[in-house]
C-alpha cells in the first residue's frame, strides 16, 4: 500500500472520528438542555409559638408556668383545662 494511501485513509479515520465526537458532544449537550432541574424538598419548619397558641386555644388547655392572678382569681402552675378561650393574655400563661 503506497502512502499516499494510508495518509488518505488516516484522514478520513481522523475525520470520521472527529465527526463522531462532535455529534455525540451535541447529543449530550441536548440531553442536558432537556433534563428538568429536580426541585429541592423543602424541610418542614418547626411550628412557631404563635401557632402553638392558636392550637391551644383550639385544644383549650392552657400550661401555667407561674401563680398568676387572673381577675380576682389565683390560677396555680400546672396544666389547666378553660371552658373556651381565655378572657386574658398573662406571661404566666403559656398556650400549648
Known amino acids: ?3 499516499r494511501r494510508r495518509r488518505r485513509r488516516r ?3 481522523r ?3 472527529r465527526r ?4 455525540r458532544r451535541e447529543e449530550e449537550e441536548e440531553e442536558k438542555k432537556k433534563k ?4 429541592k424538598k423543602r424541610k418542614k419548619k418547626k411550628t412557631s409559638p404563635e401557632m402553638n ?4 386555644l383550639h385544644s383549650n388547655m ?4 407561674y401563680m398568676v392572678e387572673m381577675n380576682d382569681v389565683l390560677i396555680e402552675p400546672g396544666l389547666i383545662f378553660t371552658s373556651g378561650p381565655m378572657p386574658s393574655f398573662d406571661k404566666g400563661l403559656v398556650w400549648t
Do not use: C, D
Open 11 to 13: 484522514r478520513r479515520r
Open 62 to 65: 392552657v400550661w401555667v408556668y
Open 20 to 23: 463522531r465526537r462532535r455529534r
Open 53 to 56: 397558641l392558636l392550637n391551644a
Open 15 to 17: 475525520r470520521r472520528r
Open 36 to 39: 428538568k432541574k429536580k426541585k
Open 1 to 3: 500500500m503506497s502512502r
